[in-house]
């Protein structure tokens, strides 16, 4: 498993991450439906300190205030990008910041500040993540 980030996604086209939304409020909404990619099957705990996203093969820190996460410290946009640029972590040195469509497909909906929970730990509301290059 030294390929992740590098391959093209592995959930088909069509196949959409769930919001994490269980509530219904309305007949119809996505609480009604609760449709898309599994939660049980959705992350790999690399043993590594990160994570892999199994629909979109993406790799994560595991721990947001580690090393893969600034030590929890803050960045602004150009701190974030040579941080990530210089980071060595868990056998990786090609990380990168997410770009748009990446970071909010970890969220989950039917959790607040921060919307991200297991098997992440020590999420913050206001990082940015690091991943390795696709």
């Known amino acids: 498993m030294t390929d992740f980030g590098r391959r093209p996604p592995v959930a088909a086209p069509n196949v959409l991450l769930k919001t ?9 909404d996505d ?55 210089a980071l060595d972590f868990a056998g990786n040195d090609d990380w990168r910041l997410p770009n748009a ?3 909010p497909s970890l969220m989950n909906f039917s959790l607040s500040n921060p919307a991200l929970g297991a098997p992440f730990t020590n999420v913050l509301v206001t990082f940015f993540i690091l991943l390795p290059l696709t």
């Not at 979109?56 to 595991?62: F, I, Y």
């Open 31 to 85: 609480g009604y439906y609760e449709k898309g990619w599994e939660d049980g099957d959705r992350f790999t705990d690399n043993g590594d300190g990160t994570i892999t996203d199994n629909a979109t093969n993406l790799m994560w820190p595991k721990d947001w205030t580690g090393l893969g996460g600034n030590s929890g410290n803050k960045l602004n946009w150009n701190g974030c990008i040579d941080y990530a640029e």
């Open 20 to 28: 994490g939304q269980t509530t219904t409020y309305r007949t119809g």
């Open 101 to 103: 469509i990446e970071s």
